[in-house]
Protein backbone atom coordinates (compact mmCIF):
# COMPACT_ATOMS: atom_id res chain seq x y z
CA UNK A 1 0.00 0.00 0.00
CA UNK A 2 1.24 3.20 -0.92
CA UNK A 3 2.07 6.32 1.53
CA UNK A 4 0.68 9.58 1.86
CA UNK A 5 3.59 11.53 3.33
CA UNK A 6 3.90 14.97 4.50
CA UNK A 7 7.31 16.92 3.33
CA UNK A 8 6.75 20.32 5.10
CA UNK A 9 9.48 23.08 6.14
CA UNK A 10 8.23 24.59 9.92
CA UNK A 11 9.28 27.31 12.10
CA UNK A 12 10.45 26.50 15.33
CA UNK A 13 6.75 27.78 16.61
CA UNK A 14 4.66 25.63 14.12
CA UNK A 15 3.80 27.75 11.53
CA UNK A 16 4.71 26.71 7.62
CA UNK A 17 3.80 30.26 6.38
CA UNK A 18 3.95 33.72 7.54
CA UNK A 19 1.23 35.49 8.16
CA UNK A 20 0.87 36.90 4.84
CA UNK A 21 1.83 33.57 3.61
CA UNK A 22 5.63 34.16 2.58
CA UNK A 23 8.05 31.43 2.59
CA UNK A 24 11.09 33.79 2.74
CA UNK A 25 12.50 32.16 5.93
CA UNK A 26 12.84 28.86 4.13
CA UNK A 27 15.91 27.02 4.44
CA UNK A 28 16.83 26.45 0.94
CA UNK A 29 20.55 25.35 -0.04
CA UNK A 30 22.35 22.79 -1.74
CA UNK A 31 22.02 20.29 1.23
CA UNK A 32 18.40 20.75 1.05
CA UNK A 33 17.82 20.30 -2.61
CA UNK A 34 19.89 17.15 -2.70
CA UNK A 35 17.34 15.56 -0.67
CA UNK A 36 14.57 17.07 -2.25
CA UNK A 37 15.83 15.29 -5.83
CA UNK A 38 16.26 11.92 -3.84
CA UNK A 39 12.94 12.80 -2.17
CA UNK A 40 11.29 13.10 -5.53
CA UNK A 41 12.69 10.28 -7.17
CA UNK A 42 10.62 8.01 -4.62
CA UNK A 43 7.37 9.46 -5.00
CA UNK A 44 4.89 9.55 -7.48
CA UNK A 45 2.40 11.19 -6.84
CA UNK A 46 2.56 15.42 -5.39
CA UNK A 47 -1.04 16.00 -3.58
CA UNK A 48 -1.58 20.08 -3.50
CA UNK A 49 -4.28 22.07 -1.99
CA UNK A 50 -5.44 25.06 -4.26
CA UNK A 51 -3.09 28.30 -2.68
CA UNK A 52 -0.22 25.58 -2.96
CA UNK A 53 -0.74 24.49 -6.42
CA UNK A 54 -1.53 27.76 -7.72
CA UNK A 55 2.04 29.05 -6.49
CA UNK A 56 4.24 25.96 -7.54
CA UNK A 57 2.21 25.78 -10.69
CA UNK A 58 3.28 29.53 -11.59
CA UNK A 59 6.98 28.77 -10.74
CA UNK A 60 7.94 25.05 -11.31
CA UNK A 61 7.08 25.07 -15.39
CA UNK A 62 9.19 28.52 -15.50
CA UNK A 63 12.83 29.22 -17.33
CA UNK A 64 13.79 30.48 -14.04
CA UNK A 65 12.99 27.69 -12.13
CA UNK A 66 14.48 25.36 -15.19
CA UNK A 67 17.66 27.28 -15.12
CA UNK A 68 17.41 27.21 -10.97
CA UNK A 69 17.96 23.25 -10.74
CA UNK A 70 16.48 21.36 -13.59
CA UNK A 71 16.36 17.98 -11.49
CA UNK A 72 13.64 19.21 -9.36
CA UNK A 73 11.95 21.00 -11.98
CA UNK A 74 11.64 18.35 -14.27
CA UNK A 75 10.50 16.25 -12.00
CA UNK A 76 7.97 19.03 -10.40
CA UNK A 77 6.74 19.07 -14.05
CA UNK A 78 6.89 15.43 -15.17
CA UNK A 79 4.77 13.91 -11.88
CA UNK A 80 1.03 13.32 -11.12
CA UNK A 81 -0.53 16.22 -9.70
CA UNK A 82 -3.69 15.82 -7.51
CA UNK A 83 -4.91 19.20 -6.61
CA UNK A 84 -7.70 19.16 -3.87
CA UNK A 85 -10.30 22.16 -4.89
CA UNK A 86 -13.93 23.58 -4.63
CA UNK A 87 -13.20 26.71 -6.15
CA UNK A 88 -10.84 26.12 -9.27
CA UNK A 89 -12.16 25.52 -12.34
CA UNK A 90 -9.50 24.33 -14.51
CA UNK A 91 -5.95 23.00 -14.39
CA UNK A 92 -3.03 24.37 -16.62
CA UNK A 93 -0.27 22.98 -14.81
CA UNK A 94 0.47 19.99 -17.02
CA UNK A 95 -0.32 16.16 -15.22
CA UNK A 96 -2.43 17.84 -13.15
CA UNK A 97 -6.11 16.30 -11.60
CA UNK A 98 -8.85 18.12 -9.58
CA UNK A 99 -10.23 16.70 -7.05
CA UNK A 100 -13.59 18.19 -5.86
CA UNK A 101 -15.01 14.65 -4.20
CA UNK A 102 -14.62 13.49 -1.03
CA UNK A 103 -10.96 13.56 0.13
CA UNK A 104 -11.06 10.43 2.58
CA UNK A 105 -12.46 8.68 -0.36
CA UNK A 106 -9.84 9.72 -2.98
CA UNK A 107 -7.57 9.19 -0.96
CA UNK A 108 -8.35 5.70 0.05
CA UNK A 109 -8.67 4.76 -3.02
CA UNK A 110 -4.89 6.48 -4.27
CA UNK A 111 -3.19 4.72 -1.45
CA UNK A 112 -4.66 1.66 -2.55
CA UNK A 113 -3.26 2.01 -6.00
CA UNK A 114 0.43 0.25 -7.19
CA UNK A 115 2.79 2.86 -7.39
CA UNK A 116 5.41 4.74 -4.90
CA UNK A 117 4.09 6.78 -2.40
CA UNK A 118 2.42 9.94 -2.37
CA UNK A 119 3.88 13.62 -1.31
CA UNK A 120 1.87 16.59 0.28
CA UNK A 121 3.96 20.03 0.06
CA UNK A 122 2.98 23.23 2.04
CA UNK A 123 -1.50 22.77 1.41
CA UNK A 124 -1.91 23.04 5.06
CA UNK A 125 -5.71 22.59 4.89
CA UNK A 126 -5.46 19.49 3.29
CA UNK A 127 -2.76 18.23 5.70
CA UNK A 128 -4.45 19.09 8.75
CA UNK A 129 -7.59 17.63 6.97
CA UNK A 130 -6.08 13.96 6.72
CA UNK A 131 -4.35 14.28 9.64
CA UNK A 132 -7.58 14.43 11.25
CA UNK A 133 -8.96 11.85 9.38
CA UNK A 134 -6.18 9.48 10.17
CA UNK A 135 -5.03 9.45 6.36
CA UNK A 136 -1.03 10.81 6.84
CA UNK A 137 1.34 7.69 7.35
CA UNK A 138 4.79 9.75 7.66
CA UNK A 139 5.58 13.67 8.54
CA UNK A 140 8.75 14.64 7.38
CA UNK A 141 9.06 18.24 9.24
CA UNK A 142 11.91 20.57 8.39
CA UNK A 143 12.12 22.26 11.49
CA UNK A 144 13.89 25.63 10.63
CA UNK A 145 15.89 28.11 13.27
CA UNK A 146 13.17 30.51 13.24
CA UNK A 147 10.37 31.54 15.68
CA UNK A 148 8.00 33.34 13.45
CA UNK A 149 5.74 34.83 16.28
CA UNK A 150 2.67 34.50 13.89
CA UNK A 151 1.40 32.57 10.77
CA UNK A 152 -0.33 30.24 9.10
CA UNK A 153 -0.28 27.30 11.60
CA UNK A 154 0.14 23.53 9.76
CA UNK A 155 -2.27 21.96 12.16
CA UNK A 156 -4.95 24.52 12.19
CA UNK A 157 -8.14 23.32 13.69
CA UNK A 158 -7.30 19.97 14.97
CA UNK A 159 -9.16 19.31 18.21
CA UNK A 160 -7.98 15.80 19.58
CA UNK A 161 -3.94 14.86 20.25
CA UNK A 162 -1.75 13.06 17.86
CA UNK A 163 0.60 11.29 19.15
CA UNK A 164 3.61 10.52 17.05
CA UNK A 165 7.07 8.22 17.13
CA UNK A 166 10.27 9.71 15.61
CA UNK A 167 11.55 7.40 13.45
CA UNK A 168 14.67 9.22 12.50
CA UNK A 169 16.00 13.25 13.06
CA UNK A 170 18.62 14.50 10.72
CA UNK A 171 20.60 17.60 11.40
CA UNK A 172 21.46 19.64 8.26
CA UNK A 173 24.05 21.96 8.63
CA UNK A 174 22.23 25.05 8.22
CA UNK A 175 20.82 24.39 11.56
CA UNK A 176 17.51 23.09 9.95
CA UNK A 177 16.37 19.51 11.03
CA UNK A 178 14.25 17.11 9.34
CA UNK A 179 12.49 14.98 11.94
CA UNK A 180 10.78 12.37 10.40
CA UNK A 181 7.44 11.13 12.18
CA UNK A 182 4.69 8.31 11.89
CA UNK A 183 1.64 7.93 14.42
CA UNK A 184 2.18 6.35 16.77
CA UNK A 185 0.54 2.40 17.52
CA UNK A 186 -1.98 4.28 20.00
CA UNK A 187 -3.68 6.60 17.99
CA UNK A 188 -5.02 9.45 18.68
CA UNK A 189 -6.38 10.57 22.13
CA UNK A 190 -8.32 13.43 23.63
Same mark, same amino acid.
Given at each position: ?20 ? *? ?5 ? !? ?5 ? #? %??? &?? =??? +? ?38 ? *? ?5 ? !? ?5 ? #? %??? &?? =??? +? ?56 ? &? ?24
Amino acid at each position: MRKVIVSEMVSLDGYFASPDG *SLDWHVV !DDEFNTF #A %RKQ &LD =EMD +TLLFGRVTYEGMASYWPTEAAMADDPEIAAAMNRLPKMVF *SRTLKTL !DWNNSQL #A %RDD &LA =EKI +THLKAQTGKDMVIFGSGEVVSSLTRLGLIDEYRLFTCPVILGSGKPLFAGLSDTLNLE &LLKAQPFTSGVVLLYYQPASNGQSV
